[in-house]
């Protein structure tokens, strides 16, 4: 059989715009000699809907939608997701549904089994999992259709089984000849190689053919790298696609020959992902542009290199807002960042506001030294700049800082954390200098200048992160053992760490969520980041 997967990129609501996509790609696939086209999971509504899930017209609007896609569609069999009203009179109101298009009519519904909660799903908050599971004739083939977490559960490969059932098993016990799964996987460094272990042992296991459909695209803090793939029955990859990029792949299960698995080096992948993340973030918000506050340093260069990108040169502007502290050398690094990039580069320096607000505030603050409230006006000035250019020009502020920042506070709100996304904040501080490395591979991008020196916000005189920090490296490997991995400090200290330091930084990462709470959403590209996916109370006496 001639099977085309589609791999496409939605927008949660967007019902005209995402069957277009649908009906382009199913024709295309008729016109390839396919016999059977496959969409990912909720390709219809998008993926994820969340609460919009509770709303009747919005449910409404999938089966109308649906009715319309049989209308339009091609000549070849489509398996098309979709969300389906749960019409049982209890439960949930939904499901997460597959729906089997023939000659314009929908021949069969089948329905996703197992519901994630965790990390960032939250399913059964608003799907109701299938009563029975049973194979569909498509062609005179029994075909197996899951979706996405219906073959997360092998009791070889997932150690932390969360559930009962085996989809799977069930549909191979009842007669299926070959598998499908419609998947909205969010990408995460290390998971395609996941996901090539646990398809290749799913096929293995059951001597099947394995044909997986991925979506593709960023959608809120997600990226969905599409990475469609095709197994023999062997457990072999016949086929995969590029990752993180529209495309129809046609397989011919018949002729079909083994092939390796993607491998491109790790900051590749990251640098695909923010771009596809930030480029969809906007486009999809209404965004055509967007502005980034230049320091010099490394976290907006690499910032300022991935909206170039995502949205071309022409479409971001960065500004300088140099103060007394300000370096020269930061000013010049900039400066020929900007240059390097092409985009358009201004500079506003902030003393005189500066100067002004603490004239302002000296009968108030009379007798109190100068400290951190004076380094953070200064952020904030600079928020208050670059939110008057985003408000003047309708172009959304990217903001600039990392994940070990964002751990531990070291960032100001209303300040340096003013914008619309963070695009960085998923990256510890030693990826991004990696990042940048891997940016400047082929020519001088990022001025050398800017990966070498110290790192500092410039808000005092001779300030580096180092002042107030431990070294990166120490950081984030501690970041990395509480946040990701979820060590107590009794584990972390058991592994080489000295226990001040690592008592030190797990108090700033927990007095600290606050501002995560208030923080512009961002880019998950790890297996744990902060926000939707880590719920950590903000009043709380527990570390």
């Known amino acids: 059989m001639k099977i085309a997967i589609a791999q496409i990129n939605t927008t949660v609501g967007d019902f005209k715009g995402n069957s277009e996509k649908i009906v382009e790609a199913w024709q295309r696939a008729d016109e390839a000699g396919a016999g059977l086209v496959v969409f990912p999971e909720l390709a219809l509504c998008g993926y994820p809907p969340r609460d919009l899930l509770f709303k009747p017209a919005f449910l409404e609007a999938n089966q109308t939608a649906l009715k319309r896609l049989t209308q339009r569609g091609g000549n070849s069999v489509a398996v098309v997701g979709f969300a389906s009203r749960n019409d049982s009179g209890s439960g949930r109101p939904a499901r997460n549904s597959a729906a089997v298009i023939e000659d314009g009519n929908v021949v069969a519904v089948r329905h996703k089994s197992l519901m994630p909660t965790y990390d960032v799903f939250d399913e059964d908050r608003y799907f109701e999992p299938a009563e029975s599971i049973e194979p569909v004739e498509i062609h005179g083939k029994k075909i197996g259709i899951t979706i996405c977490e219906d073959i997360w559960n092998d009791d070889v490969f997932i150690h932390d089984r969360r ?34 272990i646990l398809l290749s042992q799913l096929s293995t296991k059951h001597s099947m053919p394995v044909v997986y459909c991925n979506l593709v695209g960023g959608n809120d803090e997600l990226v969905f790298d599409g990475g469609r793939q095709y197994y023999n029955g062997h457990g072999e990859l016949g086929a995969n696609a590029a990752m993180f990029d529209e495309d129809l792949m046609v397989v011919d299960t018949d002729t079909i020959e083994p092939k390796l698995s993607n491998t491109e080096p790790d900051d590749e992948k990251i640098y695909h992902a923010l771009s596809l993340g930030v480029r969809d973030y906007l486009h999809k918000c209404g965004f055509k542009s967007a502005v980034i506050g230049l320091s010099g340093g490394i976290d907006s260069a690499v910032t300022a290199a991935i909206a170039v990108e995502a949205l071309g040169a022409e479409n971001v502007r960065g500004m300088a807002m140099p103060s007394q502290y300000s370096s020269q050398g930061s000013l010049d690094d900039a400066e020929a960042l900007a240059k390097a990039l092409g985009i358009q580069y201004d500079v506003v320096p902030i003393e005189p506001v500066f100067e002004q607000l603490k004239t302002q505030l000296t009968d108030i603050f009379a007798g109190c030294d100068e400290d951190t409230a004076e380094e953070n006006m200064q952020a904030r000035i600079r928020g208050n700049i670059l939110m008057s250019m985003s408000n003047k020009f309708g172009s959304l502020l990217l903001t600039t800082g990392n994940k070990s920042e964002l751990a531990v506070g070291y960032c100001t709100l209303y300040g340096d954390m003013c914008g619309g996304l963070a695009v960085i904040s998923d990256l510890p501080k030693l990826r991004v200098y990696s990042l940048a490395k891997w940016i400047n591979r082929d020519r001088e991008i990022i001025p050398d200048s800017t990966i070498t020196k110290p790192p500092s916000a410039e808000l005092r005189p001779d300030q580096v992160d180092q002042d107030s920090l431990p070294e990166y490296n120490v950081l984030d490997a501690i970041l990395e053992a509480y946040v990701v991995d979820g060590q107590d400090a009794e584990s972390i200290i058991a592994s080489g760490h000295d226990a001040d330091t690592v008592q030190r930084i797990i108090r700033l990462i927990n007095i600290n969520e606050y501002k995560r709470r208030q923080a512009a959403p961002g880019i998950k590209v790890t297996s744990k980041a902060f926000g939707v996916g880590r719920r950590i109370p903000v009043a709380k006496r527990f570390m």
């Open 163 to 196: 559930y009962d059932r085996r989809p799977a098993d069930e549909l191979a016990a009842a007669g299926a000849e070959l598998f499908l799964n419609l998947s909205a996987s969010p990408w995460s460094l290390g998971k395609e190689h996941s996901r090539h």
